[in-house]
């Protein structure tokens, strides 16, 4: 059996990962301290092959090298996922500290545990190391415009940080690893309060509430859902892949069409909720979208889940949170 560690695993897309390797038949340690993750969206898990340790992967005192994972003295370990970091821009306030030392110490632990056992490390980057592009769509070779001191610095540099630890390690250190750059992901297990469009739309739509819409609404965002991710960095896990690979999905939306689809799917068709203008948000990226020729070609992945299916899948999972959220 293949053993992987996966930190984050309590995470939105970290829980999914676990889903996904356990039912591909890896053994999976997931590690991860609850800052933005939770015991729920692991819970579910029955499966002798998986185990769970509350841990801070930044923790200097603490290396991951050093500590004593049961599945690691059975079946050695085969890989890293170093998915562990805030990333909901509502966190970059609240966390900033945590995210610069997540993505530093803790990229760091898990590329030396990764080296210790000859495993292949796969870092989770982000869209958000291209900053406010100046090139549309972002290819990997775009080197990004980023506001080393802006507010979402500490989430941006600190993933280019990570970027070059592994990068570094790779040219030098003989490491095996791929990098993917994540571009937005929805699905179950996001947060409702995580402040993001898709989220706010749902619970919206939910509450029967009006839609909040920041700016004219035309301005567009290209969501993945998070199935559809999860597939993509299974195969760059499994590939032999040792440069950055976007995933991401390319359809631009509109935040209005968001709104209409919430709309539909919260209420049923002709019965239109009332939309709220906001001014645009100052920091928010204009527009942002993946070129996915690399994946394609190299994983041959591409995305397959629509937006109607991944919506509905997310609105009912966010209706149950609401329910149980109520008669708890
Ligand atoms: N969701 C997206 O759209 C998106 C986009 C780009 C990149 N990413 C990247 O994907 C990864 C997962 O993001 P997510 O959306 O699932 O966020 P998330 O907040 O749901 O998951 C992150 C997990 O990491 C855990 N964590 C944070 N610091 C830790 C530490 N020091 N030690 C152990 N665990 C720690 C949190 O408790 C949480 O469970 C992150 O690296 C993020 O930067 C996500």
Excluded at 2 to 20: E, Q, V, Y
Excluded at 38 to 67: C, G, K, M, T, Y
Excluded at 106 to 128: F, V, Y
Excluded at 158 to 175: C, D, N, P
Aim: hydrophobic letters at 35%.
């Amino acid at each position: 059996v293949k053993h992987i560690i996966i930190t984050g695993g309590a995470g939105f897309i970290g829980s999914h990962l676990c889903d996904r390797f356990l039912k591909e038949g890896y053994a999976v340690t997931a590690v991860d301290n609850f800052l933005t993750g939770r015991a729920e969206n692991i819970n579910h898990i029955n499966d002798p092959n998986f185990s769970f340790w509350q841990l801070n992967v930044a923790n200097p005192d603490l290396p991951l090298v050093e500590l004593d994972f049961k599945l690691l003295r059975e079946y050695g370990l085969h890989g890293v996922l170093h998915f562990a970091c805030p990333a909901s821009p509502v966190d970059f306030e609240r966390f900033p500290r945590e995210i610069l030392e997540v993505d530093s110490i803790g990229t760091l632990a898990a590329i030396d545990i990764a080296k210790h056992h000859s495993a292949r490390l796969i870092l989770a980057s982000t869209s958000e190391v291209y900053g406010d592009p100046q090139l549309h769509p972002q290819k990997e070779n775009y080197w990004g415009n980023v506001n080393t001191i802006g507010p979402r610095a500490c989430y941006d540099e600190a993933k280019r940080f990570a970027e070059a630890a592994v990068s570094s390690e790779q040219r030098w250190g003989g490491l095996n690893a791929g990098i993917v750059r994540i571009f937005n992901t929805y699905g179950p297990r996001m947060r409702l309060n995580d402040g993001r469009v898709v989220p706010n739309l749902c619970g919206q739509g939910l509450r029967g509430e009006a839609f909040t819409i920041h700016g004219d609404g035309f301005q567009t965002r290209s969501f993945c859902y998070v199935d559809d991710l999860v597939d993509g960095v299974f195969k760059l896990f499994e590939s032999n892949v040792q440069i950055p690979v976007n995933i991401g999905n390319p359809q631009e939306r509109s935040i209005r069409d968001f709104a209409d689809w919430v709309n539909i799917l919260t209420r049923g068709k002709g019965r239109d909720r009332s939309r709220v203008y906001h001014p645009p948000r100052e920091d928010d990226p204009k527009q942002r979208c993946p070129d996915i020729s690399r994946a394609k070609s190299l994983l041959g992945w591409e995305p397959k889940v629509g937006l109607e299916e991944g919506l509905s899948k997310t609105i009912a999972y966010f209706k149950k949170e609401m329910m149980t959220n109520v008669t708890h």
